[in-house]
């Protein structure tokens, strides 16, 4: 995987913490929230394939979102 691929998955992937923190702030059904959390699930599940082909020597993809 190229650095730049790299680089565009992390602006997108950052790109849906945002929406998901939107989601989360204007949620006020219990049917959103079981949306946002299915959206969080699948967020992780897509970092942690992305970094199957991190490069060692980078954080993880968690870490670098952590002060979102």
Same mark, same amino acid.
């Given at each position: 995987?190229?650095?730049?691929?790299?680089? /565009?998955?992390?602006?997108?992937?950052?790109?849906?913490?945002?929406? %998901?923190?939107?989601?989360?702030?204007? *949620?006020? *059904?219990?049917?959103?929230?079981?949306?946002?959390?299915?959206?969080?699930?699948?967020? %992780?599940? /897509?970092?942690?394939?992305? /970094?199957?082909?991190?490069?060692?020597?980078?954080? *993880?993809? %968690?870490?670098?979102?952590?002060?979102?």
């Amino acid at each position: 995987m190229a650095d730049g691929e790299i680089i /565009e998955r992390i602006t997108f992937i950052d790109e849906q913490i945002h929406d %998901l923190r939107k989601m989360v702030l204007e *949620s006020g *059904s219990r049917t959103k929230e079981d949306e946002t959390r299915a959206a969080a699930r699948a967020w %992780l599940a /897509e970092a942690k394939k992305l /970094e199957k082909n991190w490069p060692k020597t980078a954080p *993880s993809v %968690l870490e670098m979102t952590k002060g979102e």
